[in-house]
């Protein structure tokens, strides 16, 4: 018997919850996650220098039974405030502060939902009755510099899933 599972949680809260149960032979394994929150620091708009943050994604597989299993997990971020993966942004009241969230520390590849050119990150392992597969992933966020923004904080709210 086969099903996929899901968890999802809030960047900023610092919680991927839930995890369903898979089926395999006489291995049922189930997983957790957590994410820890992207907070940037105080933005200085004259300064040159954007600011950077990053966070962890940890997903943790543990078996029951007899046997291995395969697990092939895939995360993806919604797109927050902003509606877009091109450029996410942070709001406070009316003022938005532009960012986004990659998966390498050059910028260079933007997490999303796998469509429209973001990536969406994938890891298979296999786990064993009684023993724990984990898998850590870091997340990179980077708010450009010189933007002209007013004095305030700045949040945005990202869903972060893990099916599997």
Known sequence: ??????????????????????????????????????????????????NAATATVTVTCTATGTGSTTVTGTLTL??????????????????????????????????????????????SGTVTAGQIYQVSLPLYGFAPASQNVAPGTYTDTIVATVSY
């Open 1 to 50: 018997m086969s099903r996929a599972g899901t968890a999802a949680g809030i960047i900023g809260v610092a919680l991927l919850s839930g995890a369903g149960l898979q089926a395999r032979s006489a291995t049922i394994f189930s997983c957790t996650a957590g994410i820890s929150s992207l907070n940037f620091g105080a933005y200085d708009p004259l300064s040159g220098n954007g």
């Open 78 to 123: 919604s797109t927050g405030a902003s509606g877009s993966y091109a450029t996410r942004y942070m709001v406070s009241g009316a003022n938005k502060l532009d960012y986004n969230i990659y998966a390498t520390p050059a910028y260079s590849q933007v997490i999303g939902n796998g469509t429209g050119g973001t990536y969406a990150p994938s890891e």
